[in-house]
C-alpha cells in the first residue's frame, strides 16, 4: 500500500480563525483522503525545511509574509486562505480561498438593526496590510445601516494589539462615553469584540440593553466565556478549510509529479482550470444574549418584533395587533419600517428562514419532523422555501453547512 501523502497545513493554531480552518482541513481528510497532515502550532518556528521537505501539497495563510515567502515557487501544489489580503500574488496561479468580508458586515447590520436600533457602530483594527477584511466589513456595514438612514458610527484607534491593552482600552473608552445610547455595536472579530465588551464593563455600560455587541467567528471558547456570551456571525471559517483541502486534493490528483515536488524550487504546481480565488459565503449570526434586546421606544413596533421573534414560524397576526394598539395596519406596518429598516413580511421571511436553517443544519432531525415544527404543511413547501430564499434544498443546505 503506498505510503499516506503528506499535507502541511501551515496556519497558527493560536489564532481563532486558523484554528476554524485547520479544522476543516481535517475534516475532508478524515471523509475523503489518507493524508497524513503536518500541523505545527507554531507556524514560522516549525516550519518544515522545504527544501528538503518530502511532502506532496501545502495549505498556508498568505497574511503573513514569511509563510508566503518561504512556500513562494514550490513546484508542489500550494493552496492559499487568509482575509482576502496579505500577501497572496494572483499572477501565481495558486488558488486562495477567503470568506466574503462585505456579506458578514451586511449580516451584522441587518441583525442589529432587526434588534430595533436608531444608531449603529463598527469597531474595526489599525490599517495594516492584512487588515484590509475588517475595512470591508466596516464598509459594507455602514452602507446597510446608511440605506435605511441611520448613523453609523466607525472606529478604528491606533491599538489593536491587547499587548498594549492600557492604551487600547483608554481609547475605546474615549469612542464608547461619546457615542449616543442605546447602540448597536459590531466588531470586525471576536476578539475586538471582546475589547468592547471589556470598555463597555468599565464604563458601566449594560450589554445588551446599553451597548449591544456582536462579533465574527464564532470561536465558543470566546462566546461562550464573555459575560454575557457573545453574539457572533459565523464566517464559514471550517467551510473555507475543507474547500481548501478539496482544491488541493485535486491540485495533486492533477499534479505532474506524483511523488510530490520533494521542495524544489520552481512554479507551484496547480490545474489550469482552477480558480484563483474562491470566496465563502457566511453561514448566519449565532444569536447570544450580547444582543438579545429589542431597542425601540415604541411600544407597538416592539410588541410585534417580540410577537415574530417569540413564533418565528408562525406569520405575525398584524391586523390583531395594530387593533390593540389602536391604531391602522398601514400605520403599524409604516412604524415598523421605520424602526426596523425592513417591513413586517421581511422581518418574519428573515427569521423563518433563520429558525428553519438552524434546525436543518444543527440537527439531524428528519425533514419531515422539520418542517412540521417550523410550521410548514409538508417537506415540499419548506424544500420551496429553502430554495427560493438560499438557492439550495433543504438536504443539499444540510450537506454542505454540516461541513463546517
Known amino acids: 500500500m503506498p505510503d499516506a501523502p503528506l499535507v502541511a497545513v501551515i496556519l497558527d493554531a493560536a489564532r481563532p480563525y486558523d484554528r476554524l480552518i485547520i479544522a476543516g482541513v481535517a475534516q475532508f481528510a478524515r471523509e475523503k483522503t489518507h493524508w ?12 518544515p525545511d522545504l527544501t528538503r521537505w518530502h511532502g506532496q501539497g501545502i495549505i498556508a495563510n498568505f497574511d503573513d509574509r514569511r509563510v508566503a515567502t518561504a512556500i513562494s515557487g514550490l513546484d508542489v501544489p500550494v493552496v492559499g486562505v487568509g482575509g482576502g489580503y496579505g500577501w497572496h500574488d494572483a499572477a501565481s496561479g495558486i488558488p486562495y480561498i477567503y470568506t466574503d468580508n462585505a456579506a458578514i458586515g451586511r449580516l451584522g447590520a441587518e441583525h442589529l438593526l432587526a434588534c430595533g436600533f436608531e444608531t449603529l457602530a463598527f469597531c474595526g483594527y489599525p490599517r495594516t496590510t492584512t487588515s484590509g477584511w475588517s475595512e470591508e466589513r466596516a464598509a459594507a456595514f455602514a452602507a446597510a445601516c446608511h440605506r435605511v438612514k441611520r448613523p453609523c458610527h466607525t472606529f478604528t484607534g491606533r491599538h489593536g494589539n491587547a499587548r498594549r491593552w492600557a492604551d487600547l482600552q483608554g481609547e475605546l473608552i474615549r469612542w464608547l462615553a461619546q457615542l449616543p445610547k442605546p447602540l448597536g455595536l459590531m466588531a470586525c472579530n471576536d476578539l475586538r469584540a471582546r475589547h468592547v465588551l471589556e470598555a463597555c464593563r468599565t464604563l458601566g455600560l449594560r450589554v445588551p440593553h446599553d451597548v449591544a455587541v456582536l462579533g465574527v467567528d464564532n470561536d465558543e471558547m470566546i462566546c461562550e466565556l464573555t459575560d454575557p456570551t457573545l453574539s457572533s456571525i459565523d464566517q464559514a471559517a471550517r467551510r473555507i478549510g ?49 444582543t438579545d434586546t429589542l431597542a425601540t421606544s415604541d411600544p407597538l413596533v416592539f410588541e410585534t418584533l417580540h410577537a415574530i421573534r417569540r413564533t418565528p414560524w408562525r406569520r405575525p397576526a398584524v391586523e390583531a395587533l395594530a ?54 404543511p409538508s417537506v415540499q413547501y419548506m424544500t420551496t422555501f429553502i430554495r427560493r430564499h438560499t438557492g439550495l434544498t433543504p438536504a443539499r443546505l444540510r450537506a454542505i453547512e454540516k461541513r463546517g
Open 323 to 376: 387593533a390593540a394598539g389602536g391604531i391602522s395596519r398601514t400605520s403599524l406596518e409604516s412604524r415598523f419600517k421605520a424602526a426596523v429598516g425592513r417591513s413586517i413580511h421581511e422581518e418574519y421571511i428573515r427569521l423563518r428562514l433563520a429558525a428553519t436553517r438552524r434546525l436543518i443544519t444543527g440537527s439531524d432531525l428528519p425533514l419531515k419532523t422539520v418542517a412540521n415544527r417550523t410550521g410548514f
Open 242 to 290: 475543507y474547500e481548501a483541502a478539496a482544491t488541493l486534493d485535486c491540485l495533486m490528483q492533477s499534479a505532474p509529479h506524483p511523488a510530490g515536488g520533494r521542495g524544489r524550487r520552481g512554479r507551484s504546481a496547480r490545474s489550469p482550470a482552477s480558480p484563483p480565488r474562491i470566496v465563502v459565503p457566511p453561514i448566519g449570526v449565532v444569536p447570544r444574549a450580547s
Open 36 to 47: 497524513s497532515l503536518y500541523v505545527e502550532e507554531d507556524p514560522l518556528q516549525k516550519l
